[in-house]
């Protein structure tokens, strides 16, 4: 089946410190990948995507890469941010004819301090 | 541009009962999947909707059933209830597979 492990928190850091949230995947078939990201009391917010093996996807300061052979999809931010503080979510979809329901992981919690 | 829209934001329901969910998806998408989302876990896939009809369906019971309309506007009904049934309720619309965008969700709470 398809699934998706994150690494547990909650993981608490200093303003301006080096963020890395690990996440792997299993499977069958090629799947897109992606992290969401939810704040407190709100929804999910497409961070970034990619859609292939080799793929950055990057937004807001934040970049993971589509590392087919390590079945990994790591979050990565250099320099994190007080407002960053949120729940992290890595996901990933299997395209099928009808539908491509995502697969989340059990999430992150960040929590950065001044 | 709004967004996705879901009503109500909080709800308390008592074991037993029965819980209408709506969800009005953004401008210009067609296709409506519901999650449920756990204190403390990710979410999980209940089912999707195109076309006013159940396109996939994840691993739930028969008790969660839904419902499209012409104007692609989605409900999540739970019938019986009980207290594992406690969580987010959050709503995504796509136009067909192509990005999601959820909405901020329906805190349910059962007791």
């Known amino acids: 089946g398809n699934s998706v492990t994150q690494m547990e928190g909650p993981v608490t850091l200093s303003e301006e410190a080096f963020l890395t949230i690990n996440c792997t995947y299993t499977a069958t078939g090629y799947p897109s990948l992606f992290w969401y990201v939810q704040y407190p009391g709100e929804g999910l917010q497409l961070l970034l995507k990619?859609?292939?093996?080799?793929d950055k996807g990057s937004n807001k300061g934040f970049e993971a890469t589509y590392r087919k052979e390590t079945t990994s999809f790591h979050l990565e931010k250099g320099s994190v941010q007080v407002s960053d503080s949120a729940v992290y979510f890595c996901a990933l979809t299997v395209n099928r004819e009808y539908g491509n329901k995502l697969v989340f992981g059990a999430g992150t919690i960040l929590r950065v301090k001044s | 541009d709004a967004g996705v829209t879901q009503s109500p934001t909080h709800l308390i329901k008592t074991r037993g009962q029965q819980v209408t969910l709506r969800c009005s998806p953004k401008?210009?998408?067609?296709?409506v999947s519901w999650y449920q989302q756990a204190l403390g876990q990710g979410p999980q896939f209940i089912f999707q909707y195109y076309e006013e009809e159940e396109r996939q369906r994840g691993n739930f019971p028969d008790r969660f059933s839904g419902h499209q309309f012409p104007n692609y506007s989605s409900e999540l009904n739970v019938n019986a209830l009980w207290l594992g049934d406690s969580a987010l309720y959050l709503c995504?619309?796509?136009?067909?597979?192509?990005?999601?965008?959820f909405g901020s969700g329906t805190r349910l709470t059962v007791v």
């Open positions: 990619a859609t292939k093996a080799d």
């Open positions: 995504a619309s796509s136009l067909y597979d192509y990005g999601y965008t």
């Open positions: 401008s210009g998408h067609d296709t």
